[in-house]
């Protein structure tokens, strides 16, 4: 059983002051005797009949055996009319030497509306309460789900909701553009159905991309702005293509120097350093056209932390899910959290996630559950049960390795 976590304790004590819900767990030949060519037969000659000047007929015979044609020298030859599949064969070793860069989506966004009054007053207490830990829930989607923009809106230690309230909301298409899609109004307790496994329990904005709108293959972002006072959440949206290919990796002790860095974190202390070499490795599968998904049973308030981290450390960018509850999750509920975030991202892909890391026993229990192989899957320092995977003392290791193999370039 894994300790628990520094943050958790945290977390815990911060759930006493929000009474906030633990939402945790859960495939003609040719008859050669026919063509070969035969004079006709000459019968031996009687050496005893006497009559050597009769004429031998049998030479003035036409050789009707040489006008018959060969017909096998005009047959088409077939072989050239054979398909060759190749539209599932990834890019060969020879080719590029790696894909293009994942998107950073940092493209500034444009200036928002004028600010506006809020709407109750006791927003005002709400605000006062602290900082804003606004966040917005990252997803893999296919070209034909329903597509949702989701961010959840609070202020404080306590994360206490924003409700009823204006926001609005902009899109960066393809990482690449802004446009403006809209207004929406952030929710009151059990206001709106579940979507994406988001449950309302206030201060959420579920916002249905329209149809004029719809986001295509790749990466989007959208960014939310409370008109009261301006204050922004972010939203990455990885719309998959049919060969889209995802590698997987935990954050606290896996990336972060140790299980409690984050942690000192909170309470004013420096960013916690990366361990040396991950970056790199990361970097090896992302040039060659991986996402990077980084999973982590962290609180959800610490999503935005997570994303900012990792532009520190200079990670790839990629999409972050957090448990969906203030205090985050270790042991039995960790697992159950990402064995059943890796399933749903398996569904999506048409197959499993190719490569994790991690650096404990539910870190390894999840990826073996979700059909990781095994031969992907690495755990930095961690001696006890791997289920097969590699056990991974030192990233800089694996960078060379990683880089190789088939490239699923956009």
């Excluded at 034909?144 to 206490?160: E, H, K, N, V």
């Excluded at 361990?275 to 970097?283: C, I, K, Q, Y």
Aim: hydrophobic fraction near 40%; proline fraction near 8%; charged fraction near 25%.
């Amino acid at each position: 059983m894994a300790s628990l976590k520094p943050w958790a304790l945290l977390s815990l004590t911060l759930s006493a002051c929000s009474g906030g819900a633990d939402q945790a767990d859960p495939g003609a030949t040719r008859d050669a005797a026919a063509d070969t060519f035969r004079l006709p037969e000459i019968p031996d000659l009687d050496q005893d009949a006497g009559v050597p000047d009769a004429p031998v007929t049998a030479v003035d015979a036409p050789v009707t055996a040489v006008d018959v044609p060969i017909t096998t020298v005009d047959a088409p030859v077939v072989i050239e009319d054979v398909p060759v599949v190749v539209e599932d064969v990834p890019v060969a070793p020879d080719g590029p030497t790696s894909c293009d860069e994942p998107p950073s989506c940092d493209v500034a966004p444009p200036p928002p509306s004028a600010m506006t009054s809020w709407r109750h007053l006791t927003t005002r207490l709400t605000v006062a309460l602290g900082a804003a830990r606004h966040r917005g829930r990252d997803l893999f989607l296919r070209p034909a789900d329903a597509q949702w923009g989701i961010a959840r809106f609070a202020y404080g230690a306590a994360d206490d909701d924003l409700t009823d309230e204006d926001v609005e909301i902009f899109l960066l298409r393809n990482c690449r553009t802004w446009e403006r899609l809209g207004e929406a109004r952030t929710t009151r307790d059990g206001a709106h159905a579940t979507i994406e496994g988001v449950v309302d329990n206030g201060g959420l904005v579920y916002f249905p991309i329209p149809e004029s709108a719809r986001l295509g293959v790749g990466r989007h972002r959208l960014r939310y702005v409370v008109r009261g006072d301006r204050t922004v959440a972010d939203q990455y949206i990885e719309v998959l293509s049919p060969d889209a290919h995802v590698a997987v990796t935990d954050v606290d002790g896996t990336l972060t120097e140790s299980e409690t860095a984050e942690w000192i974190t909170v309470f004013g202390g420096a960013s916690p350093a990366v361990n040396a070499g991950s970056p790199e490795a990361l970097w090896a599968l992302a040039r060659r056209g991986f996402i990077i998904f980084y999973l982590t049973a962290r609180p959800e308030w610490l999503t935005a932390r997570t994303h900012q981290w990792t532009r520190e450390r200079a990670l790839p960018s990629g999409l972050v899910h957090t448990m969906l509850n203030l205090t985050g999750a270790t042991g039995a509920p960790a697992f159950t959290f990402k064995r059943d975030e890796l399933l749903i991202l398996r569904s999506r892909l048409g197959r499993p996630v190719e490569y994790g890391f991690g650096n404990t026993d539910t870190d390894a229990q999840a990826y073996d559950a979700a059909g990781i192989p095994a031969s992907g899957a690495y755990y930095y320092r961690f001696t006890g049960d791997r289920r097969g995977g590699q056990l991974n003392n030192d990233y800089r290791t694996l960078a060379a390795p990683l880089s190789e193999g088939p490239r699923y370039c956009r």
